[in-house]
């Protein structure tokens, strides 16, 4: 059965590359793509422990009461984002602060969450992990529960050729399974290939958004990997102060994670705390919902003017960045024993 199952991932990797030419045969990208961020060398990308990783990524053993897992707030079929609600559920029902983000190009990544707290994606399983909102669990607690399950003893040992479970196994594994979530085979990819057009309600979408959204969300990767306050109102409620929560300084206040844009039409509902439920209310807030601050990015200052065509053709555009196969890869989905 092992061997049929590396087979199997052999065999779709190999598909994809067909298309991708660059990075490793395990997560290939397309050329032009700039080089991964992620440090390779400190953790070599193996099928065996990718497949642990995604064991790992589906089992609910990493959470207090094994009730939650990493996909209960990241599913496969919504881009590993959580649409049923504007803010994340964990353990026990309690309700986090912010929206989950989707899971795709993390090798990209220079750091984590909504406002950068984290700086590597090796470290960024224990944040939800140890939350007392999410997962609630400790990481000691962790392998030894997984120490003590044959499967999983045999799993590591397969990838790792140790049978003591340690922390960087754990975290590296889930880096791994993360690390191939390589989302670039949308129209849009097909348009830079050469294999496809864009239709002209796309084309024009495509030079609005060149105008008006690539400073920040800038092509390929459809996002500068930056922070930028863009002129949300403060929720009172949660009066989520964004990087500045991490980094405590001032020039910080209200500046959040640039998203990328990629499969925004699967990853609703919107912005850090999921406040808008589809793209017109976001595109609206653009044009006539700014709130002034300090730090307020200065392309905003004046707002974003769009008419209501101008709207539909940017809609259609990003509807484009869809990467309809990714939903439905069997790399990702729930392992089958």
């Not at 990524?57 to 009461?65: E, G, H, M, T, V």
């Not at 950068?116 to 090796?122: E, K, T």
């Not at 589809?278 to 595109?283: A, C, E, G, P, T």
Request: a positive charge.
């Amino acid at each position: 059965m092992k061997k049929l199952l590396v087979l199997a991932v052999l065999v779709s990797f190999v598909c994809l590359v067909s298309f991708k030419r660059h990075g490793d045969p395990l997560m290939p990208y397309p050329k032009g793509w700039p080089k991964p961020v992620y440090d390779f060398k400190k953790n070599p990308l193996s099928i065996k422990k990718v497949e642990l990783g995604r064991v790992l990524f589906y089992d609910p053993i990493l959470s207090r009461d094994s009730t939650i897992s990493c996909n209960g707030c990241h599913s496969q079929y919504m881009m590993f984002a959580h649409t049923d609600h504007a803010l994340s559920h964990g353990i026990a029902g309690k309700l986090g602060t912010r929206n989950a983000p989707g899971l795709f190009n993390l090798a990209w990544g220079k750091s984590f969450m909504w406002d950068g707290s984290v700086a590597s994606l090796d470290m960024q399983p224990r944040s939800p992990i140890t939350n007392p909102v999410e997962m609630d669990e400790n990481i000691p607690h962790v392998l030894a529960k997984l120490q003590s399950n044959q499967q999983y003893r045999a799993l590591f040992y397969d990838a790792y050729s140790d049978s003591v479970i340690k922390e960087g196994m754990l975290l590296g594994a889930l880096s791994q399974f993360m690390l191939i979530m390589v989302s670039a085979n949308s129209k849009y990819d097909s348009v830079q290939r050469g294999e496809s057009v864009f239709t002209a309600a796309e084309a024009r979408g495509y030079a609005i958004y060149k105008a008006k959204c690539s400073a920040c969300h800038t092509e390929p990767l459809f996002t500068n990997e930056k922070f930028e306050n863009n002129g949300l109102a403060v929720d009172r409620e949660l009066s989520d102060i964004g990087k500045m929560k991490a980094s405590y300084a001032v020039d910080d206040s209200l500046k959040f994670k640039v998203p990328s844009l990629r499969n925004i039409q699967y990853t609703y509902p919107y912005m850090h705390d999921g406040r808008f439920k589809n793209l017109n209310q976001v595109l609206n807030n653009y044009i006539m919902g700014i709130q002034q601050s300090p730090t307020l990015n200065k392309r905003l200052r004046r707002g974003i003017y769009l008419s209501d065509a101008q709207k539909a053709d940017l809609v259609a555009f990003l509807y484009t960045l869809s990467d309809k196969e990714f939903v439905k890869d069997p790399r990702f989905s729930f392992p089958k024993k």
